[in-house]
T-cell receptor, first 114, second 119 residues
């Protein structure tokens, strides 16, 4: 596609349920990042993929959060046993290789945990 | 660790006037990139302007320009001839530069400034 896409656009879930958020990068973009945007907190880095490998997972807030990327393309962020504090907008960003520094963002998934 | 500070949570400006958004950062790195991103209500983050730290010349993109003061670790954004469509959250962001000149890792963001352009 022309840009980074994310699905679903909005997700409402009950506390304790698992959720999966999806990111489809721009074709050919090998680097992929997940960020979390909480109300009043700005954007926090979660995890970085280069191809299918995740050399930097330092931003994942707990072991309930995990992510994978397959075929160097689609990435899925999974949150297990969701808590109310997980409510946020989850943004995905990608860029071409490591020599290009502009990150292109998707529209995000707004997660609400009731 | 790097930090980015935006000291103005909210600002407003009249249409056609000029506004400056402030950003300071802290780093021990010598080589890095700085960015301003715009996030309208649609949530889509859009790159407004970027600056390579090794360049002394301030970046300019049409109505948007920066005042980059490396020694002071300051990176302000000036919007000239403000338009209603400029209403958005504006985020200042930092990224380390790798040894081979490319990006290295994630963006570090400030908390943002909410800009309202009034008719």
């Amino acid at each position: 596609g022309a840009g980074v896409s994310q699905s679903p656009s909005n997700k409402v879930t009950e506390k304790g349920k698992d959720v999966e958020l999806r990111c489809d990068p721009i074709s050919g973009h090998t680097a992929l990042y997940w960020y979390r945007q909480s109300l009043g907190q700005g954007l926090e880095f979660l995890i970085y993929f280069q191809g299918n490998s995740a050399p930097d997972k330092s931003g994942l807030p707990s072991d309930r959060f995990s992510a994978e990327r397959t075929g160097g393309s689609v990435s899925t962020l999974t949150i297990q046993r969701t808590q109310q504090e997980d409510s946020a907008v989850y943004l995905c960003a990608t860029h071409k290789g490591a020599s290009y520094n502009e990150q292109f963002f998707g529209p995000g998934t707004r997660l609400t945990v009731l | 660790a790097q930090t980015v500070t935006q000291s103005q949570p909210e600002m407003s400006v009249q249409e056609a006037e000029t506004v400056t958004l402030s950003c300071t950062y802290d780093t021990s790195e010598s080589n890095y990139y700085l960015f301003w991103y715009k996030q309208p209500p649609s949530r889509q983050m859009i790159l407004v302007i970027r600056q390579e730290a090794y360049k002394q010349q301030n970046a300019t993109e049409n109505r948007f320009s920066v005042n980059f003061q490396k020694a002071a670790k300051s990176f302000s954004l000036k919007i000239s001839d403000s338009q209603l469509g400029d209403t958005a959250m504006y985020f200042c962001a930092f990224m380390k530069q790798s040894n081979y000149g490319g990006s290295q890792g994630n963006l570090i963001f400030g908390k943002g400034t909410k800009l309202s352009v009034k008719p």
